[in-house]
């Protein structure tokens, strides 16, 4: 299984596109402007305690304020804020913690009015980045991810992923970090560091423990609402997080990117600048792998499943829904449930796929075709299983009801991804309505007069649609005969299937298209010609 990383730069940002054997299966599009996202760490300030909520609001710059709920605030919180106060007033003159007191841990069942003041400053940093009306959201869990490890400050544990089963390796992994770790610093093993040797796991170590020490720097003289330290972008999170050995190849459009892709590779995986690819081509990098085409199919209100039937999303401020529909399958088994089955074993793979390209989070409600049998149920749950499993988000899957509603909740980070598939009319430009087809060719009478008489153009071209060509070229005397007895200037007229009926295209004798004026405006002109001709008879 190949994957491919693309990256296209715009004005507005990057987009991103992460290809499986050629086909999409995430897009991220990752703003210039998006100054919150999750892994950014801001010093705050606390507007309001909520102790029915158990919470507080925290001021960190955005237009709403942030929401950070006790359960967030970390057994570390105490030494946190202790830490923080030293770097503010300068009596903590080093990053280190090897020499630094670590507080009693905080209580897990204790009260955010005990913790936390009004107007005081606390560090802070996102794990949900905005969403519809509702500000981020806060944890003072302070965290930095690398590559292969996780390192948090004030706490000397070490973990290590679920998902590396091996009992030997694991203590292979917690040995190795244990002897590289700086005190007082704790440390998550990710899935990604199994089998890596001490140097690849020490490299990453230090570029952590260099990203605290800018934390450090930044926070002595930092002013509140500050952001203090920024994650990365988008795409080097991907490398980060997703770089192995079924990558393919990493393409960008721009040189910049490309440097900056390159250094960060040196730092990460050096064994992988051979991936790095710098797209040239005339055509848009998007448009020339096909990913435009795929982008306008996969994100419409209704998407096609590879195989038969049809997916119907939808999206409120609570959930999503997913509708599966049969279409054409309907009929190509022997009875229902072999229908049922076969189309929902189907959906489901594309369900999955949506859930993760798209970046649905929160409750997602699928409604399969019913199936009367309880094993082709846990079929269709288990193809749902597999696909997701790759995830990078949490979730949870549960069985599928009776009436064949299939509930899963995925861990949302940031807002979904919207695509417009739909496009404005050329036509009516979006209003529904067209200009009366009868008018049409006064319109481009109009314009001819006022081409060739007040502007004496000459050798131009008319564009127009097929119908409206055979109008003008068909007949004994065709009127684009009659426009040259009358004007002794020979006009092309071409056929353009893309043009609308009421539309028409005027180019100059170099093929450059004319600007023309309304034809309001050229009719003015030509009652301002026979105002001028009377006055001057």
Known sequence: MSNELIINSTQEGERIALLQDKRL???????????????????????????????????????????????????????????????????????????????????????????????????????????????????????????????????????????????????????????????????????????????????????MVGKWEQLFQALRVAKERDKVLGELGRTSSMLRDMLNESFDAITVDTTARYDEIRGYLEQIAPDKLGLLKHYTGKVKVFEHLGIEKQLKTLFGKTVTVPGGGYLVIEHTEALHVIDVNSGNKSNQESDQEATALMV?????????????????????????????????????????????????????????????????????????????????????????????????????????????????????????HPFLHAYYTKGLVSRQMKWYLKYYKWIKVTKDTSLGLTDYRIEDEHGEEIELHSAAAAMARLQDREIEIEITD
């Open 25 to 207: 299966i995430e897009y991220h599009f990752d703003r210039n402007d998006t100054n919150y996202s999750v892994g950014d760490i801001f010093l705050g300030t606390v507007k309001k305690v909520m102790p029915g909520l158990n919470a507080a609001f925290i001021d960190i710059g955005y237009e709403k304020d942030a929401f950070l709920h006790y359960g967030d605030l970390g057994e570390q919180f105490p030494s946190l804020t202790k830490w923080v106060r030293g770097v503010q007033s300068q009596k903590t003159a080093v990053a280190a913690l090897k020499s630094f007191g670590l507080e009693k841990p905080l209580d897990k069942v204790g009260k955010i009015a005990d913790t936390l003041k009004k107007s005081q400053q606390v560090l802070v940093q996102i794990v949900k980045e905005p969403i519809s009306t509702k500000g981020p959201r806060l944890s003072t869990d302070i965290s930095m991810a690398g590559r292969y490890l996780v390192l948090v400050p004030f706490s000397n544990t070490i973990s290590v992923s679920k998902k590396i089963v091996s009992k030997t390796e694991r203590e292979r992994l917690k040995r190795l970090i244990a002897s590289i770790k700086p005190d007082n610093f704790g440390v998550i093993i990710r899935t990604v560091a199994e089998g890596r040797e001490v140097a690849e796991l020490d490299r990453d170590m230090q570029s």
């Open 344 to 464: 929902n074993m189907l959906a489901a793979k594309e369900v999955a796929r949506q859930l993760r390209l798209r970046d649905m989070g929160g409750i997602i409600v699928v409604d399969f075709i019913d199936m009367k049998s309880g094993e082709s149920r846990k079929k269709v749950e288990d193809v749902v299983y597999q696909i997701m499993k790759h995830d990078k988000a949490r979730f949870t899957i549960l069985p599928i009801t009776k009436f064949g509603l299939l509930q899963i909740t995925r861990q949302r980070v940031r807002p979904a991804e919207k695509i417009v598939t739909g496009e404005v009319c050329p036509t009516c430009g979006g209003t529904g309505k067209i200009s009366a087809s009868i008018q049409v060719t006064d319109e481009i009478d109009n314009s001819i007069e006022d081409l060739l008489v007040t502007q004496n153009q000459s050798g131009i071209t008319l564009h127009v």
